[in-house]
């Protein structure tokens, strides 16, 4: 498939949406076509599940429940909006994706990596992003500036020892998956951040278009 698929991942409150207005901004400014879309939502259907998943009185919902919703979300968001941006060459930024619901339902629901893998397999039918940024940032850090900024929602609203788990689930994932991953410190500036962030996916664009080249003209070993 042609296009980048590129995804932001973090904590709640570590600098991901910021950072891929950022991205957005410089990518379209070199001339490229720039996809911006969030999970859970992203097409009219996502967002209705988006209520329901984080509507801070389903407090019965199971966590199997909350891990189908997700997963379905996903389904909707992959086959109506990515893959056919993807199709037309474009560039697609996602604020979190698949990384988020094994460390939220996965690790931190303790429903299990795999499992959690497994189950979206079928929601994504395969598809995995091309680069992953994992913004690293202390999830207490991350939680007193999602306080000063907005009413939590209902995952947001969850223990400081479920948000520990989060993100151990994804320092897990960011040594399974060491090329697709990169971490960036959440400490750092903002603008810091946006320069590492750019300046690996150039690096990665570069690469993949100079495979293209050699596959092209038959020099690829
Ligand atoms: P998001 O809108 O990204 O929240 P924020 O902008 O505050 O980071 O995501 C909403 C919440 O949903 C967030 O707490 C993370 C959680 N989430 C999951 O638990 N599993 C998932 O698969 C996704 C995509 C998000």
Known sequence: MAGWFITMEGPDGSGKTTQIQLLKQELQKQGYEVLVTREPGGTSIGEQIRKVILDVNNVAMDPMT?????????????????????????????????????????????????????????????????????????????????????QLDRLEKETLDF???????????????PDRIHRISGDDQVESIHQQIMSKVKERIKRGLSYEYEINHGCHS
């Open 163 to 177: 948000h520990q788990k989060v993100y151990k689930g994804y320092l897990a994932l960011w040594k399974k998956y």
């Open 66 to 150: 909350e891990a189908i919703l997700y997963a379905a979300a996903r389904a909707q968001h992959v086959k109506e909006l990515i893959q056919p941006a993807l199709e037309q060459n474009k560039i697609v930024l996602c604020d979190r994706f698949l990384d988020s619901s094994i460390a939220y339902q996965g690790v931190a629901r303790g429903l299990g990596m795999d499992m959690v893998e497994g189950l979206n397999h079928y929601a994504t039918g395969g598809l995995n992003p091309d680069i992953t940024f994992f913004i690293d940032m202390d999830p207490v850090m991350g939680l007193q500036r999602k306080k000063n900024q907005a």
